[in-house]
């Protein structure tokens, strides 16, 4: 058995890392420069030389993607990464000294669970003010509390485990027994659900900056585009479908891949689905 | 039961006590003076004065110590009083009161036209299983999943507004108004419903009652209808209210496309405009609207499925 097998996962990772090398080598791919404006070519459909359309500022539609994946993987990986590291130590802490700062943690957990995840987000962001670093906080806000859901249910069965009390009868400390022993054996889950999570985020932030909130308007961000674009739908509809269409293939990429781990990684999760 | 639902209640209240706080602590946090802000949207930048902004700063209670101002909110709202529009200085239960309606025409409309592509989609892909229908419904489905539902809504307008002209690219009041935002609103939830009725009808059609009704000869729609979907459907009902919470997140994009007045339109807008009691009070009813509906998903879960008990073990 081998990832490779899976074909939706393998066609994920493949566009996954082509994702990344359009991010990595964005000015050598790019045709155009995505911030050079030249109005006498604005709102151009696609073309020769600009395969995707200019926008309305005459700026290439195809060079601005390709930037903006920079942007979007900025973004998704960054969240994710946060989100999952509030989310071990919290599930860790709770999962490992049940009793009151477990109680306390898990309530905490249900409040924010409690709010609508893309409302709450909405609201952060929208109060911070625009900014690719506060779309990073609000989206860490609203997506750490599966992370630590799944860890510490993970760690309660875990720790009940022969192993877990020979190592106590050595003498080993908490920090040591969680950090050795627990974490590698709880990490399968997290990286089924991290995988996926990316696809989230970067639809999550595409929303948010569809709504205006995100990083300020020069910047080529998917999300921004579509919602400029849309002034255009009658005369340039190409701003609307191809900033969409590159949305909508990252977020496939990434769940297919969370799909193929997930069946590789921990066949008893097969019809668990994370939303 | 009494006593699971009593604990549920319980976690409410402190679910709904710290949402008061956190959405509080929320509007706190965020940087630059709120009395400042006030008087940019009552009177405009050009035309401000150090006198006015101290004037709104008193006037609104915003000099008092944040702890005073939270109990002096939450005794408000304990009474129904939301304080009024930073921005309008109309009532903020006023405005969310005239927004409701919108907002529940199109949850409703929404989740009744994905049950109508779900149930009859997801039935031919089990009964069909394997066939061409089947893989149709299952790519229709992911992309129904995967689109994100900004991008949708703008597709659909082009197809259906700007390229057709069918329906009106946004607005409220005729019937005509409300299919773009509903479809848009429910594609998601309908390719969620639509895989989750194909995977229990599959694993309801192999189950010895089935063989077994069919044995009996009776008719193949009968078996399907009358007693695969029936037990096929118990899952379904909670995903649909877990969906329901959801379809909460998706309103505020779709109403601020479509310029549809509900809730969500009025959260985006009073953000937009930095309209604090509003937001104060949209964000407390939307989680206080999650924790419920997710509440009465699983009381209805226990009610449907009596082989499910919350009683024991730690929840």
Known sequence: MCILENKLAFAG???????????????LLAPHDPYVQSLGQSLIGPCRDYPFGTDEFGRCVLSRIIYGTRISLVIGLGVTTMSTIIGVVLGMVAGFHNGRLDEIIMRVVDVFLAFPGLILALVVAGLLGPGTLNVVI????????????????????????EYIGAVQTFGAGDCYIMLRHLLPNVMTPIVVMASAGVGYVILAAAGLSFLGLGAE?????????LNYGKAYLQSAPHLTIFPGLAIMITVLAFNFLGDGLRDQLDPRMKNLHFR | MAHYILKRSGLLIIVVFGVTIATFVLMNMAPGDQAEMVA????????????EIENIRISEGLDAPVWVQYFHWLSHIAQGDFGHSLVTGDPVSQEIIARIPATLLLSITSLVFSLLIAIP??????????SFVDHGVRIGAMLGATIPNFWLALLLILLFSVTWDWFP????????HIVLPAVTLGAGMAAVTTRLIRAGMLEV??????????????????????????????PVITVIGMQLGHLLEGTVIVESIFAWPGLGKLLVDSIYARDYAVIQACVLLFAVFFVLINLLVDLLYVILDPRIRYDRGAG
């Open chain 1, 13 to 27: 990772m493949v566009i996954i890392a082509m994702l990344v090398i359009l991010a990595l080598f964005a000015p």
């Open chain 1, 138 to 161: 609000a989206l860490t806000v609203v997506g750490w509390m599966g992370y630590a859901r799944v860890i510490r249910g993970a760690v309660l069965a875990e720790k009940e485990k």
């Open chain 1, 217 to 225: 308007p020069p910047a080529p961000v998917w999300g921004a585009m």
């Open chain 2, 40 to 51: 940019i949207a009552r009177y405009g930048l050009e035309n401000l004065t150090a006198d």
């Open chain 2, 121 to 130: 989609a997801g039935v031919i892909s089990a009964v069909k299983h394997n």
């Open chain 2, 169 to 176: 690219v946004f607005g409220y009041g005729t019937a005509s």
């Open chain 2, 205 to 234: 059609l192999k189950q010895d009652y089935i063989i077994s009704a069919r044995a009996h000869g009776i008719s193949e729609k009968r078996v399907i209808f009358r007693h695969a979907l029936k037990n096929a459907f118990i």
